[in-house]
């Protein structure tokens, strides 16, 4: 079992920056595959950003067009997503996942076992 734990979401005016903590706990966290997604009211959830255990990392480009950034501090457990330039549009709750891909790296949501319980980001114009 994995439990995460996002923090840092809150409210910004466009143009501004945040970053987005999660913190894991449980079994080996650089075993896993991490990702951010993100869910805006009335829309799916969407792929924001994933890494793997060799730092390996994919965007969803269509959304974050470069602005985003995931990082994982191994020794610290915990893996961030540093946002800039926010537009009103990132506004969503963002969610923290891990998966067990074996060092592959995927944004098919069906994939992560472990899910957090969501950081809200709101974007104001």
């Known amino acids: 079992q994995v439990q995460l734990v996002e923090s840092g979401g809150g409210l910004v005016q466009a143009g501004g920056s945040l970053r987005l903590s999660c913190a894991a706990s449980?079994?080996?966290?650089?075993?896993?595959?991490m990702g951010w997604f993100r869910q805006a009211p009335g829309k799916e959830r969407e792929f924001v950003a994933a890494i793997n255990w060799s730092g390996l990392s994919t965007y969803n480009e269509d959304s974050v067009e470069g602005r985003f950034t995931i990082s994982a501090d191994n020794a610290k457990n915990t893996v961030y997503l540093q946002m800039d330039s926010l537009k009103p549009e990132d506004t969503a709750v963002y969610y923290c996942a891990a998966a067990e891909l074996q060092g592959g790296i995927s944004y098919y949501t069906g994939l992560y076992d472990y899910w957090g319980q969501g950081t809200q980001v709101t974007v104001s114009s």
């Open positions: 449980g079994r080996t966290f650089s075993r896993y595959t």
